[in-house]
């Protein structure tokens, strides 16, 4: 079946490194989403991107669409201790509505 | 604009108990989704609701099933609860939903359920 990984699971950094993680569809997706989750809270949506190739920014993040649709990244510049949480991208699934399928999500920990 | 809200936040039931959940999504949004977060499998799609018509579900027994009302709100129900079950049950609502496409989803705080 459809399928997204997600890597790394865990990563731990000192405030002030970069951190990426990086997403894989088994399928080609018609856009995919990115979601951050605090400890103790609930999945909160932080971008969309749909073109292949697509690049976009927030602040310190930096977002990529590769051009196949079928792996994105998010980058992190300059961690803080604010950007901990768990990061899913999500993808939807092929033929259905609305219907989401999450990587397993990365955990970032950030030691000041 | 007020957020997805979710009833109860926390419940604890015992096996073979039912259980329902409430959710009510932005105001102005049609499309309600449920999913279960647990930490060996992660976000789990369950089903989703537009239009109170279900068009979309995932991979769980028959015990789990849902409706969505006239004014978009959303119940969940669990019959038969297994130890399983415990989980975080996350509701999720967007303003469309079209085949093939996911629009930007806004969760809910879910309803932490544990069975004993």
């Known amino acids: 079946g459809q399928q997204v990984m997600q890597i790394p699971q865990y990563q731990h950094v000192q405030e002030g490194e970069d951190f990426t993680t990086y997403c894989n569809s088994s399928t080609t997706l018609s856009n995919i989403q990115w979601y951050k989750q605090r400890p103790g809270g609930h999945p909160v949506f932080l971008i969309q991107l749909v073109k292949s190739g697509e690049v976009k920014k927030q602040k310190r993040l930096t977002f990529q669409f590769g051009e196949a649709k079928k792996n994105s990244s998010l980058h992190i510049t300059a961690t803080q201790t604010t950007d901990v949480g768990t990061y899913f991208c999500?993808?939807?699934?092929?033929?259905?509505?609305?219907?989401?399928?999450f990587g397993a999500g990365t955990r970032l920990a950030v030691h000041p | 604009k007020a957020g997805v809200t979710q009833t109860p936040r926390y419940l604890i039931k015992t096996r073979g108990q039912q259980v329902t959940l409430s959710c009510s999504p932005i105001s102005g949004h049609r499309s309600v989704s449920w999913y279960q977060q647990t930490p060996g499998q992660g976000l789990q799609f369950l089903f989703e609701y537009f239009s109170e018509t279900q068009r979309n579900k995932g991979n769980f027994p028959g015990r789990f099933s849902g409706r969505q009302f006239s004014n978009s709100r959303s119940e969940m129900n669990v019959s038969t609860l297994e130890l399983g079950d415990s989980a975080l049950y996350l509701c999720a609502s967007s303003l469309g939903s079209d085949r093939g496409w996911s629009y930007e989803q806004y969760f809910g705080p879910g309803t932490r359920l544990t069975v004993t």
């Open positions: 999500a993808g939807p699934v092929t033929g259905g509505y609305n219907k989401l399928i």
